[in-house]
């Protein structure tokens, strides 16, 4: 599966911002899917999963309560939407799947979010 994520920018701190990953090449409905992120010089962070059909989601510690994972299979996409943003959220943002795998064998390109003071 191929994916494509969009959506980053720059915003200021308690702002919002909604980041889409588009997947294609095989039925999206049969991965997991989850978002991730890394700031340079630093390891790469979990922040939200969600199984096949979208009704189990799970999130990092730093983001519960302000970011919101979910998926449309029907567009085969999946979305971040991120509130209350913090400049501590200011990272290139992954997204990923997995088929079967304890660990996610897919990434895309990743997208930079800028959260500014």
């Known amino acids: 599966v191929q994916l494509q994520a969009s959506g980053g920018g720059t915003v200021q701190a308690g702002g919002s911002l909604r980041l889409a990953c588009a997947a294609s090449?095989?039925?999206?409905?049969?991965?997991?899917m989850g978002w991730f992120r890394q700031i340079p010089g630093k390891e790469r962070e979990f922040v939200a999963a969600?199984?096949?059909?979208?009704?189990?989601?799970y999130y990092g510690d730093p983001v519960k309560g302000r970011f919101t994972i979910s998926r449309d299979n029907a567009k085969s996409t999946l979305y971040l939407q991120m509130n209350s943003l913090k400049p501590e959220d200011t990272a290139v943002y992954y997204c990923?799947?997995?088929?079967?795998?304890?660990?996610?064998?897919?990434w895309g390109q990743g997208t930079q979010v800028t959260v500014s003071s």
């Open positions: 990923a799947a997995t088929y079967e795998s304890s660990s996610y064998d897919y």
């Open positions: 090449g095989r039925t999206f409905s049969n991965y997991r």
């Open positions: 969600i199984s096949r059909s979208g009704s189990n989601t």
